[in-house]
């Protein structure tokens, strides 16, 4: 069965170094998304992709952060400079299609920032 | 805007017994749809059922069932012959779409349920 894949699954990194996660989402899938959860909350939309195109990114906190999906399939988020508050699960999940209610998850990442 | 809102944190359950994990939500759309999610400790979000606004009857996927209440706003999901591998974190979320025709899920805070043999 395919599933989406991301690396690391897991990352330690000090405050103000730099960090990237990277996503494959299930071949054929238009729309990718990522997530950040922090502990005891639920996901969070960061940032949402149709192709390679940006479809949403208005809860992403674009001073650190940034995302691309160059040729419209794997995706790599980063965090630059990385503070402590962006300890958190960063969750990857693609669809077939935008409308399509069906997201599949990736095992995501776990940050922490020291 | 979207809300979701789960006010059981944490709840406990007998295994073999049924239990509720309680949703509410808010939205000023008329077409919308409410998931389930499950999060074991390990991570990954596992997604367990859908119900559409439209839909006419309560949907259904094995052991778990959808109370879906469109009066009352709530999307309740119940579990039945509670099992020790159904311990996690359930979240229940709602997608709308945007202006821009893209759907956008908004997620509750979850309730972590402990099945107790």
Known sequence: EAEVAQSPRYKITEKS??????????SGHATLYWYRQILGQGPELLVQFQDESVVDDSQLPKDRFSAERLKGVDSTLKIQPAELGDSAMYLCASSKHPTKYEQYFGPGTRLTVT | AQKITQTQPGMFVQEKEA??????????????????????????MIFLIYQGSYDEQNATEGRYSLNFQKA??????????????DSAMYFCAMRALN????????????TKLQVIP
């Open chain 2, 99 to 110: 202006s821009g025709g893209y759907q956008k899920v908004t997620f509750g805070t979850g």
């Open chain 2, 19 to 44: 239990v509720t994990l309680d949703c509410t939500y808010d939205t000023s759309d008329q077409s919308y749809g409410l998931f389930w999610y499950k999060q074991p400790s390990s991570g990954e």
């Open chain 1, 17 to 26: 170094q730099a960090v990237a996660f990277w996503c494959d989402p299930i």
């Open chain 2, 72 to 85: 009352r706003k709530s999307a309740n999901l119940v579990i039945s012959a509670s099992q020790l591998g």
